[in-house]
């Protein structure tokens, strides 16, 4: 089942059976990562859904939580469709470098194609935080630099249930 609530004339706020989620028990892997979904190439929704399976699946990741997805106008480049966004928490065992090079393997899995900034995509994920710490190299920036200047962070990170 899915909902939409319309927050202003951009943005719109979509719940559905697995976003938001929460899990109940507690985990045994060492870290919580914060990471940020997004998506405007194709049936992104179904993607989310094919992602939230795989995540559940996946030994090496425990899925904590997932805020609902937001609807919203692309930045920088603009001469595109509105992406969905949402937050997901997981659980991992994985050092910050290693955990950077899963989630571009399953952007890849996805069928994400790097061409230019901004550009469209079928899957983007962001690692938005990665427990308390700070990482700045050229591969990997934690907290991520952008994410207090995007909508499509902090209102879905806004709904995630403490």
């Not at 507690?26 to 094919?50: M, P, Q």
């Not at 939580?65 to 997981?90: E, T």
């Amino acid at each position: 089942m899915i909902k939409k609530r319309v927050l202003s004339e951009s943005l719109t706020l979509i719940t559905t059976t697995r976003f938001p989620y929460k899990k109940v028990k507690t985990s045994t892997h060492r870290y919580r990562a914060t990471i940020g979904i997004g998506g405007n190439v194709g049936d992104v929704l179904r993607r989310f859904n094919h992602l939230f399976f795989k995540l559940q699946i996946d030994k090496r990741v425990e899925l904590l939580q997932s805020a609902p997805i937001l609807k919203n106008p692309p930045f920088g480049y603009v001469a595109q469709d509105d992406f969905l966004n949402s937050v997901v928490i997981l659980a991992t065992s994985m050092q910050p470098r290693v955990f950077l090079a899963y989630l571009m393997r399953l952007e890849k899995r996805f069928l994400r194609k790097r061409s230019f900034a901004n550009a469209p995509r079928t899957l983007d994920l962001d690692i938005l935080f990665f427990d308390e710490r700070k990482i700045d190299t050229k591969s990997l920036k934690v907290p991520h630099p952008q994410w207090m200047k995007r909508e499509s962070v902090l209102i879905p990170l806004s709904r995630i249930k403490r």
